[in-house]
């Protein structure tokens, strides 16, 4: 039984469309990521937040956006999406680096 | 030089074989590490922690070399079901304990 939920599942949008990300995790973790993952290829970390209110960039240079209103709740919004922007998106949240990274089922998104 | 290195695979080994993945680390100071398995266009899922002493579990059994910043993951009378890709993980403390993932190394285990 998953405790972080990601929707939607598979998300297939034109050029230019405006898309949020949504990611829940119902474990009250401080800590979540957000990552990108092409097929074959290694996880790259967008995104970060260690709170409420807390957010920064990650590793890899994104055009992403991203929120922490609630401590469960931490979407990721590309305000205008690219054929670029075609990758999977994968969720994460932890209390603690030491007890390593419970991971999203993932957003599959292509951009036609 | 990456944080984290894996062995390049992909490792293809008949069913019932013995494989061994390496993985090296570049800061001393990270504490805790971990072995993910990632299965075809799936999300990663921890397959275990490693331990200082070492550690296993059923077929499968990890080792932490501290001096030489190295760890290992061994599986033992592989199956079909193992066929993954195996993600070594290590923290980083001095960014807040955030994870550093390896490439990753594919296994792919034959009939």
């Known amino acids: 039984e998953a405790d972080i939920y990601q929707t939607p599942r598979y998300l297939v949008i034109g050029t230019g469309k405006k898309i949020t990300l949504e990611c829940s995790q119902t474990?009250?973790?401080?800590?979540m990521y957000w990552y990108q993952q092409d097929p074959g290829m290694e996880l790259h970390l967008i995104h970060y937040?260690?709170?409420?209110?807390?957010?920064e960039k990650g590793d890899l240079s994104s055009e992403s956006t991203v929120s922490r209103i609630r401590t469960e709740h931490f979407p990721l919004t590309l305000e205008s999406a690219r054929p670029s922007h075609t990758s999977q998106y994968l969720c994460?949240?932890?209390?603690?680096?030491?007890?390593?990274?419970?991971f999203g089922s993932g957003t599959r998104l292509t951009v036609v | 030089r990456k944080e984290v290195e894996q062995d390049p695979g992909p490792f293809n080994v008949p069913e019932g074989a013995t494989v061994a993945f390496n993985c090296t680390y570049s800061?001393?100071?990270?504490?805790?590490f971990f072995w993910y398995r990632q299965d075809c266009r799936k999300e990663p899922k921890l397959l275990m922690s490693?331990?200082?002493s070492g550690n296993e579990d059923g077929r499968f059994t990890a080792q932490l070399n501290r001096a030489s910043q190295y760890i290992s993951l061994l599986i033992r009378d592989s199956k079909l079901s193992d066929s993954a890709t195996y993600l070594c993980?290590?923290?980083?403390?001095?960014?807040?304990?955030?994870?550093?993932f390896g490439q990753g190394t594919e296994l792919s285990v034959k009939p």
């Open positions: 994460a949240s932890t209390p603690d680096g030491n007890y390593g990274y419970t």
């Open positions: 474990m009250g973790h401080d800590k």
């Open positions: 937040s260690y709170g409420v209110n807390s957010t």
């Open positions: 800061n001393s100071a990270s504490q805790s």
């Open positions: 490693v331990y200082s």
């Open positions: 993980v290590v923290n980083n403390v001095n960014q807040g304990g955030k994870l550093i």
